[in-house]
T-cell receptor
Framework: SQTIHQWPATLVQPVGSPLSLECTVEGTSNPNLYWYRQAAGRGLQLLFYSVGIGQISSEVPQNLSASRPQDRQFILSSKKLLLSDSGFYLC??????????????FGSGTRLTVV | KQEVTQIPAALSVPEGENLVLNCSFTDSAIYNLQWFRQDPGKGLTSLLLIQSSQREQTSGRLNASLDKSSGRSTLYIAASQPGDSATYLCAVRSGSNNNDMRFGAGTRLTVKP
């Protein structure tokens, strides 16, 4: 069966420090991968998605970047964190080449607090 | 552009009550609709996935219906329990791009013992 792992679960970082959040998927090949942010009291905002190694699409201009160095690994990064980067970050995957009839599966999330 | 609305934003019911959560979407050309549950500080757990060709899906005490033509879905929870307390999100997948999943803002459900 497929599983998705996301870490760390919580992170407190000072303003200006770098960030690296990692997400890995097991039990599937060539998944579509997604990074979402959920601000307090707000809905889910899609940040990045990837349909293959090295292929990254950005949804909104921001201080963050994403990379996909391996088929089932998705990394969210920042060189210098801002206070506004605080939030709950969620990784998700869906079937890639099988098409659009499959749903999304989410990781357990990372609570990032920038101080 | 697809927009997804969930009503009510919050709901509080006594234990044992049957309840309905509503989800509406503006564009009926969808591939599927998915209901999620989110506990505080946790990720989203998929509850039910309804394909565009289906009318409903059931899992235990949960039943989700889909009326694509009217742009509506309902999540029915039978015999609610305090453990059902969570935020329930509806998401609609439409369009041929891989980023065409739209989420509602969610309904926060509280089931009181």
């Amino acid at each position: 069966s497929q599983t998705i792992h996301q870490w760390p679960a919580t992170l407190v970082q000072p303003v200006g420090s770098p960030l690296s959040l990692e997400c890995t998927v097991e039990g599937t090949s060539n998944p579509n991968l997604y990074w979402y942010r959920q601000a307090a009291g707000r809905g889910l905002q899609l940040l990045f998605y990837s349909v293959g190694i090295g292929q990254i699409s950005s949804e909104v201009p921001q201080n963050l970047s994403a990379s996909r160095p391996q088929d089932r690994q998705f990394i969210l990064s920042s060189k210098k964190l801002l206070l506004s980067d605080s939030g709950f970050y969620l990784c998700a995957w869906s079937e890639g080449y099988r098409g659009l009839n499959y749903g999304y599966t989410f990781g357990s999330g990372t609570r990032l607090t920038v101080v | 552009k697809q927009e997804v609305t969930q009503i009510p934003a919050a709901l509080s019911v006594p234990e044992g009550e049957n309840l309905v959560l509503n989800c509406s979407f503006t564009d009926s050309a969808i591939y599927n609709l998915q209901w999620f549950r989110q506990d505080p500080g946790k990720g989203l757990t998929s509850l039910l996935l309804i394909q565009s060709s289906q009318r409903e899906q059931t899992s235990g005490r949960l039943n989700a219906s889909l009326d694509k033509s009217s742009g509506r879905s309902t999540l029915y929870i039978a015999a609610s329990q305090p453990g059902d307390s969570a935020t329930y999100l509806c998401a609609v997948r439409s369009g041929s791009n891989n980023n065409d999943m739209r989420f509602g803002a969610g309904t926060r459900l509280t089931v009181k013992p």
